[in-house]
């Protein structure tokens, strides 16, 4: 991995643990396929030992909006043998806070103060309110782009 | 917390699946540009979040 992604944390550190967006799900198997998020999950399948995935409750439901009931069938499979899926409350509502006084929404400050409490390397994500908030956090935001260009 | 051991094979079995599922049937996002599907999946995620917090009040 290259060193601009937390150096010193990362440096010899066996997994990378990463939690993805719900867009990066979406654009994955749902046209307008992007490729680069399709790889973004397939790694878990090529090299399962070098990458760990975390997901919260609240991105299962938005990609469950998307999803026939067939279709979500799978993807809960999909995601329960990869990880465990962390419920909503277990996140600590100050940690929250502070994403939204950094100016972020609500809900996509969950998903940051999220990424930070599971100890995440990456966030990745299309979503560009996220992307222009990536200064001084404890965690990289990425697109899967860049997230693959960085890791691979 | 308890993280499961993964089981990677198996994920990307079903996850080949769904991807078979989806491309059977018209797209939700058909004719749209990246930028206005994640500002639909925004929205999904703002009417879901003011559920929940409707719910706990």
Redesign the interface.
């Known amino acids: 991995m290259k060193s601009f992604v937390k150096p010193a944390k990362n440096s010899g550190k066996k997994n990378l643990l990463l939690v993805l967006d719900t867009n990066i799900y979406v654009f994955a198997f749902t046209p307008p396929i992007k490729p680069s998020c399709r790889s973004v999950i397939s790694l878990f399948g090529i090299s399962h030992s070098k990458y760990q995935l975390r997901i919260p409750r609240t991105i299962v439901e938005e990609v469950r909006r998307n999803l026939v009931q067939n279709e979500f069938r799978e993807f809960f499979v999909f995601i329960s043998e990869l990880t465990t899926i962390d419920e909503d409350f277990l996140v600590p509502f100050e940690l929250g806070v502070k994403y939204e006084i950094r100016g972020l929404k609500m809900v996509d400050a969950f998903i940051a103060a999220y990424t930070e409490w599971v100890g995440a390397d990456v966030l990745v994500t299309e979503n560009r309110h996220f992307l222009k908030h990536d200064r001084d956090l404890p965690f990289k935001i990425l697109t899967a782009e860049k997230c693959l260009k960085i890791i691979s | 917390?308890?993280?499961?051991k993964?089981?990677?094979?198996?994920?990307?079995q079903?996850?080949e699946?769904?991807?078979q599922?989806?491309?059977q049937?018209k797209?939700?996002?058909?004719g749209?540009?990246?930028e206005e599907?994640?500002e639909k999946?925004?929205k999904?995620?703002?009417e879901?979040?003011e559920k929940?917090l409707a719910s706990r009040t």
């Not at chain 2, 917390?1 to 499961?4: F, G, Y």
């Not at chain 2, 993964?6 to 990307?12: D, F, L, T």
């Open positions: 917390m308890k993280i499961k993964p089981n990677a094979k198996r994920a990307m079903h996850f699946k769904l991807c599922l989806v491309s049937r797209s939700p996002f058909e749209m540009t990246d599907v994640i999946l925004r999904t995620r703002e879901l979040w929940k």
